[in-house]
C-alpha cells in the first residue's frame, strides 16, 4: 500500500472538503443574525414550493428561479422596502390563479 496516497483524502473529497471551509468562513464575515434571517428563508422555501407544486422536483427548481427573477427585477425598480413585500404579492396571486402550482403538484 502506498503510503501518500492513503494519508490524502480522495480526489472527490477534497473540494468538498474546500467548500466546507470557505461557507464557513464566509458565513461568519455576513454578520446575519440566524433568529432575524431564519423566517425570511422558510418563508421564501415555503413559496418555492407553492410556486414549483407540492412534490413536483421540477416545480421547485422553476420557482426558485421564478422567485429569484422576480425579487431581482423588482429590486431595479422598486425601493427596498417594497421590494421585500414582492414575495407576499406573488405567494397571493399564485394561490389565486392557480392553487395546484405552475406545474401541478400534489394537493
Known amino acids: 500500500m502506498r503510503h501518500r496516497r492513503a494519508a490524502h483524502p480522495p480526489a472527490r473529497v477534497r473540494p468538498g472538503l474546500g467548500a466546507g471551509r470557505r461557507g464557513r468562513l464566509a458565513g461568519r464575515g455576513d454578520g446575519g443574525d440566524p433568529a432575524r434571517d ?38 431595479l425598480f422598486l425601493t427596498a422596502q417594497v421590494n421585500e413585500a414582492v414575495a407576499y404579492v406573488l405567494l397571493v396571486l399564485v394561490l389565486l390563479i ?6 401541478k403538484g400534489r394537493v
Open 38 to 75: 431564519g423566517p425570511v428563508y422558510t418563508f421564501k422555501s415555503f413559496l418555492v414550493i407553492v410556486l414549483g407544486g407540492a412534490g413536483n422536483y421540477p416545480g421547485a427548481l422553476l420557482g426558485g428561479l421564478l422567485l429569484g427573477l422576480v425579487e431581482q427585477l423588482s429590486s
Open 98 to 103: 392557480r392553487p395546484t402550482g405552475l406545474l
